[in-house]
């Protein structure tokens, strides 16, 4: 299968906060075909042996961006070669266009991977857990509106797109 067979390959990416662009690595390179399989041997190898010293942070994080908050910070990864429109420094709110997703770093299949922690640097930073604003639940074999809630571990989730008009 090819990126562009991937449904959420290229799709956009918005702001999860507001606040000041710490870090914003672009130009890494994407793997075509998707090859999910090989990937996720890679992607434990990875994950089990990555050393900071011998390796970069994009070999882990692809293209991605940080984003410091006023109560956290967000880190948004695995971004579409390319497709970054903030750099280092940029005040951005809540909302705003940052770029696409893409299949970068150490990714089975086009995806975006994003979590808050509690300092800019992933190295050395806590995950924070992440309220948000609206979701919706598969629950007893329906999708049920969410508001203001943490997921849960197991819980099947997703969101409703939103036009930008």
Same mark, same amino acid.
């Given at each position: 299968?090819? #990126? ?5 390959? $290229? ?5 999860? &906060? ?6 914003? %690595?672009?130009?890494? !390179? ?5 090859? !999910? ?27 991605? &961006?940080? &984003? ?9 990864? =695995? ?7 903030? *750099? ?7 909302? /705003?266009?940052? $770029?696409? &997703? $893409? =299949? ?6 086009? =995806?975006?991977?994003? =979590? #808050?922690? /509690?300092g ?5 930073? *806590? $995950? ?8 919706? %639940?598969?629950e ?7 508001n ?7 819980d ?10």
């Amino acid at each position: 299968m090819h #990126l562009s067979d991937c449904y959420c390959y $290229g799709k956009p990416i918005y702001a999860p &906060i507001s606040g000041t662009v710490v870090e914003a %690595l672009d130009g890494y !390179p994407e793997r075509d075909p998707v090859q !999910p399989i090989r990937y996720v041997s890679l992607a434990f190898k990875n994950a089990w042996f990555f050393d900071a010293k011998k390796q970069s942070i994009q070999d882990v994080a692809g293209n991605f &961006i940080i &984003i410091q908050g006023e109560e956290a910070c967000a880190v948004l990864v =695995h971004m579409k070669k390319d497709s970054i429109r903030v *750099k280092k420094g940029d005040e951005i709110k809540s909302g /705003d266009l940052v $770029g696409n &997703i $893409g =299949h970068s770093g150490n990714s089975t299949a086009p =995806h975006l991977h994003f =979590h #808050l922690m /509690d300092g800019p640097d992933p190295f050395t930073a *806590k $995950g924070v857990p992440c309220c948000f604003k609206e979701y919706e %639940l598969f629950e007893n074999g329906i999708w049920v509106n969410i508001n203001n809630r943490i997921p849960k571990n197991k819980d099947r989730i997703r969101f409703k797109m939103q036009s930008k008009l």
